[in-house]
């Protein structure tokens, strides 16, 4: 008996945000049944975050931009380390999506004419990031719970807001059949069921200790997904942004927007001081006491808009350099020099950041530094290309877990080394869509239900799950949970982020081991069952501990120099020996994660010098571009 035949075709979301929306708004109007789990209120996704736009090649501006251009710029951007078909499809799709939200009633800025307006952002000499204000995650995330919300009338989308998800339900022969989740209201906890799993469940900044991500970004979904055998890849490629705003508990982002609309980065020169261009050659750092705008003379081509690891890089390089405002890790962010116009249409980041700094960046420059911000790594998916053989018999978005798939942030397949701005909304949305068409199809395949299988395949997890929180809960150590975190986050930032070195990476590595075993030795100081948060981050900080040691032994091994991955000891890019996928699989044994490396798929475009100094617009030529390809929009 087929799918077909059975019924109701059951599916579970997990994350509400624009991946997940996107997923289950696809899934329901393709006929299945969808619940929704999410750690928060859907409307306050971190999605909800994203402040600059999404891109499109839509050429609006009469710039001859194209989808192949696009594509150009994404896999040159990345450093060559994404797999190129994803790539290409989405960008081919990028304007249909953007017309689809547009239909939606997503509120996109427009030109005095009436149509799209576009700005541009880093990495790319084009306007293609279309944009509403500088909340642009906020309006699309808003669109798409209006058509999840249409699904919900007719009751076949139902939202667990507030849930947490704990564990995947694998039947005897491995495919999923549901999720374990907890009620974060009152810890307790439930089994869904369904024939198949999407997570998307975003980034990890909450390993690190200060990131731009909200405060649920734990990446302990993938964490526990991991440790049920799903293959994680290429963790060590975390994007640091260029500019936030420093804080005493956690940093605000301060979009790419303001340097798309013209802001200027800047410090005050010192002529006494040298620095090394990206010729070679060495040049005195601008004017003493005049202001020095360090990233329009080291990269003319760009200036300002530079992908974001070399913007950070350089922030990073001037700031060790002792020019930083005030004598601190920071730097101008001017945007004081705009017409009123573009500063309306930057509003909002401005209301952000007069809120928590007390100045006004409407008539005094913003103080920025970088900050943790994206996570490009995430689980490993597959992806056949339109032709591929087998191409029928595989199913994209699908992990190394049959019937688990995965989609957004918490996959690795769109952003390779180092992400470009505002691809990550279009990625969330494309892959979420992807998934909408690819789990019934994957649902069609199936010979058996949940249905139909004994209830002792969901009964044991849930024990399980009721064992590990019983035994959390009982600990008596001396350790505390929030100390432990303080201390993974703070060695995380310092040696993990935009700049690596091996003997530093080894001795974070132990670390990790070490708090693996103080982990085992904490006491809650809450034991209650109503909204407590201190049991549910004790839960998430066993994965994070594993997805750390998966981020950190992925760098150690990697020793080249590839997008955000900056290793002073290995100055160059090694195509010869490191242009592969770093795949990470759990060992319950060996504490150690086991990393295998699989080929990076090349096929549209030969690597070539990532150059953003002597840049200029091209026409690319990108091959073996399938003729089957069907943009499922």
């Given at each position: 008996?087929?799918?077909?035949?059975?019924?109701?075709?059951?599916?579970?979301?997990?994350g509400?945000?624009?991946?997940?929306?996107?997923t289950a708004?696809?899934?329901?109007?393709?006929?299945?049944?969808?619940?929704?789990?999410?750690?928060?209120?859907?409307?306050?996704?971190?999605?909800v975050?994203?402040?600059?736009?999404?891109?499109a090649?839509?050429n609006?501006?009469?710039?001859?931009?194209?989808?192949?251009i696009?594509?150009?710029d994404?896999?040159?951007?990345g450093?060559f380390?994404?797999?190129?078909?994803?790539?290409?499809?989405?960008?081919?799709?990028?304007?249909?999506?953007?017309?689809?939200?547009?239909?939606?009633g997503?509120?996109?800025?427009?030109?005095?004419?009436?149509?799209?307006?576009f700005r541009?952002?880093?990495?790319?000499?084009?306007?293609?990031?279309?944009?509403?204000?500088?909340?642009?995650?906020?309006?699309?995330?808003?669109?798409?719970?209006?058509?999840?919300?249409?699904?919900e009338?007719?009751?076949?989308?139902?939202?667990y807001?507030?849930?947490?998800?704990?564990?995947l339900?694998?039947?005897?022969?491995?495919?999923?059949?549901?999720?374990?989740?907890?009620?974060?209201?009152?810890?307790?906890?439930?089994?869904?069921?369904?024939?198949?799993?999407?997570?998307?469940?975003?980034?990890?900044?909450?390993?690190?200790?200060?990131?731009?991500?909200?405060?649920?970004?734990?990446?302990?979904?993938?964490?526990?997904?991991?440790?049920?055998?799903?293959?994680?890849?290429?963790?060590?490629?975390?994007?640091?942004h260029?500019?936030a705003?420093?804080?005493?508990?956690?940093l605000?982002?301060?979009?790419?927007?303001a340097?798309?609309?013209g802001?200027?980065?800047?410090?005050?020169?010192d002529?006494?001081?040298?620095?090394?261009?990206?010729?070679?050659e060495?040049?005195?750092?601008?004017?003493?006491?005049?202001?020095?705008?360090?990233?329009?003379e080291?990269?003319?081509?760009?200036?300002?808009?530079?992908?974001?690891?070399?913007?950070?890089?350089?922030?990073?390089?001037?700031?060790?350099?002792g020019?930083?405002?005030?004598?601190?890790?920071?730097?101008?962010?001017?945007?004081?020099?705009?017409?009123?116009?573009?500063?309306?249409?930057?509003?909002?980041?401005?209301?952000?950041?007069?809120?928590f700094?007390?100045?006004?960046?409407?008539?005094?420059?913003?103080?920025i530094?970088?900050?943790?911000?994206?996570?490009?790594?995430?689980?490993?998916?597959?992806?056949?290309?339109?032709?591929?053989?087998d191409?029928?018999?595989?199913?994209?978005?699908?992990?190394?877990?049959?019937?688990?798939?995965?989609?957004?942030?918490?996959?690795?397949?769109?952003?390779?080394?180092?992400?470009?701005?505002?691809?990550?909304?279009?990625?969330?949305?494309?892959?979420?869509?992807v998934?909408?068409?690819?789990?019934?199809?994957?649902?069609?395949?199936?010979?058996?239900?949940y249905?139909?299988?004994?209830?002792?395949?969901?009964?044991?997890?849930?024990?399980?799950?009721e064992?590990?929180?019983?035994?959390?809960l009982?600990?008596?150590?001396?350790?505390?949970?929030?100390?432990?975190?303080?201390?993974l986050?703070?060695?995380?930032v310092?040696?993990?982020?935009?700049?690596?070195?091996?003997?530093?990476?080894?001795?974070?590595?132990?670390k990790?081991?070490?708090?693996?075993?103080?982990?085992k030795?904490i006491?809650?100081?809450?034991?209650?069952?109503?909204?407590?948060?201190?049991?549910?981050?004790?839960?998430?900080?066993?994965?994070?501990?594993?997805?750390?040691?998966?981020?950190?032994?992925?760098?150690?091994?990697?020793?080249?120099?590839?997008?955000?991955?900056?290793?002073?000891?290995?100055?160059?890019r090694?195509?010869?020996?490191?242009?592969?996928?770093?795949?990470?699989?759990?060992?319950?044994?060996n504490?150690?994660?086991?990393?295998?490396?699989?080929?990076?798929?090349?096929?549209?475009?030969?690597?070539?010098?990532r150059?953003y100094?002597?840049?200029?617009?091209?026409?690319?030529?990108?091959?073996?571009?399938?003729?089957?390809?069907?943009?499922?929009?």
């Open positions: 008996m087929t799918q077909k035949a059975m019924g109701t075709k059951e599916v579970i979301v997990v509400g945000g624009l991946a997940g929306l996107a708004m696809k899934l329901a109007e393709n006929g299945c049944r969808v619940k929704i789990i999410s750690v928060t209120k859907v409307k306050r996704s971190h999605s975050c994203a402040q600059g736009g999404i891109n090649a839509m609006l501006k009469g710039e001859e931009d194209s989808p192949l696009h594509a150009y994404t896999i040159k951007g450093d380390l994404a797999n190129q078909p994803p790539i290409l499809e989405m960008c081919l799709a990028a304007p249909a999506i953007i017309h689809m939200m547009d239909r939606f997503c509120p996109f800025n427009r030109t005095a004419e009436g149509h799209l307006d541009r952002f880093g990495g790319t000499l084009y306007n293609r990031t279309a944009f509403c204000g500088a909340s642009t995650g906020q309006q699309l995330l808003y669109a798409l719970d209006e058509q999840v919300r249409k699904y009338s007719l009751n076949q989308i139902e939202k807001e507030s849930h947490e998800f704990m564990r339900i694998l039947d005897d022969s491995g495919q999923a059949r549901g999720v374990v989740v907890m009620d974060l209201f009152n810890s307790k906890l439930q089994v869904l069921k369904a024939d198949a799993v999407v997570m998307a469940t975003g980034g990890l900044g909450l390993i690190f200790k200060k990131s731009t991500n909200s405060t649920f970004c734990t990446g302990a979904a993938n964490g526990r997904l991991y440790m049920q055998g799903m293959l994680y890849a290429n963790g060590e490629f975390i994007q640091i260029p500019t705003i420093p804080g005493p508990d956690k605000r982002l301060m979009s790419e927007s340097r798309g609309e802001g200027r980065v800047w410090v005050y020169g002529s006494s001081k040298t620095i090394v261009n990206s010729e070679g060495e040049i005195p750092c601008g004017v003493t006491g005049q202001p020095w705008y360090f990233l329009e080291l990269y003319p081509a760009f200036g300002n808009l530079v992908p974001r690891d070399i913007g950070s890089r350089e922030i990073l390089r001037i700031c060790q350099l020019l930083g405002v005030d004598g601190k890790d920071q730097v101008y962010l001017d945007i004081t020099q705009l017409s009123e116009e573009k500063k309306e249409k930057l509003k909002a980041i401005l209301e952000i950041y007069q809120k700094t007390g100045d006004d960046p409407r008539q005094i420059p913003m103080k530094f970088p900050a943790v911000h994206y996570t490009m790594g995430g689980a490993w998916v597959d992806w056949p290309a339109a032709d591929d053989q191409r029928e018999e595989r199913y994209r978005q699908m992990t190394n877990l049959r019937g688990c798939f995965v989609v957004g942030e918490a996959d690795y397949q769109y952003h390779g080394a180092n992400r470009l701005g505002a691809n990550a909304l279009l990625s969330c949305i494309f892959s979420g869509l998934a909408g068409h690819e789990v019934p199809r994957y649902l069609d395949s199936l010979n058996s239900s249905r139909e299988i004994s209830e002792k395949v969901f009964e044991q997890p849930l024990a399980q799950e064992a590990l929180k019983k035994e959390l009982s600990r008596n150590g001396p350790e505390n949970i929030h100390c432990l975190h303080e201390e986050s703070d060695w995380m310092k040696y993990v982020t935009v700049r690596r070195e091996n003997h530093h990476l080894q001795k974070t590595l132990a990790i081991f070490e708090l693996k075993e103080r982990y030795k006491s809650l100081d809450d034991h209650t069952k109503f909204a407590n948060q201190t049991y549910a981050f004790a839960n998430q900080f066993g994965p994070m501990l594993e997805l750390a040691a998966v981020i950190t032994k992925g760098a150690l091994l990697r020793n080249e120099f590839r997008g955000a991955h900056f290793k002073p000891d290995y100055p160059k090694d195509d010869q020996n490191w242009l592969k996928t770093t795949i990470a699989n759990f060992s319950s044994i504490a150690e994660p086991q990393i295998s490396y699989k080929e990076v798929d090349l096929r549209h475009l030969d690597p070539i010098q150059d100094t002597h840049a200029k617009k091209i026409q690319p030529t990108l091959k073996n571009i399938p003729a089957n390809i069907r943009l499922l929009i």
